[in-house]
C-alpha cells in the first residue's frame, strides 16, 4: 500500500466557491453521468493542457519554466 501512495502525490485545498457556481456546477456534473469532483478535475486539467509549455505534470509549484 506505502508503494501505491508513492505513484501519485495528491493535494488537497479547500475551494470556496459562490452558492450559484456550485449549483451550476453540480447540474452540469449530473449531466455528464460525473461526480462533482470529477467535473471540476477534469475542468482543472484540461484547462492547464491549454497551454502545455506552463504545465511539465511535476511539482514545479506552479511556476513557468
Given at each position: 500500500?506505502?508503494?501505491?501512495?508513492?505513484?501519485?502525490?495528491?493535494?488537497?485545498?479547500?475551494?470556496?466557491?459562490?452558492?450559484?457556481?456550485?449549483?451550476?456546477?453540480?447540474?452540469?456534473?449530473?449531466?455528464?453521468?460525473?461526480?462533482?469532483?470529477?467535473?471540476?478535475?477534469?475542468?482543472?486539467?484540461?484547462?492547464?493542457?491549454?497551454?502545455?509549455?506552463?504545465?511539465?505534470?511535476?511539482s514545479s509549484?506552479?511556476?513557468?519554466?
Amino acid at each position: 500500500m506505502h508503494a501505491e501512495k508513492q505513484k501519485k502525490l495528491i493535494k488537497t485545498f479547500p475551494l470556496e466557491i459562490e452558492q450559484d457556481l456550485h449549483k451550476a456546477l453540480k447540474v452540469k456534473a449530473i449531466q455528464e453521468d460525473k461526480t462533482l469532483h470529477c467535473l471540476i478535475i477534469e475542468t482543472l486539467s484540461a484547462r492547464v493542457q491549454e497551454d502545455s509549455t506552463q504545465y511539465h505534470g511535476n511539482s514545479s509549484n506552479g511556476q513557468k519554466s
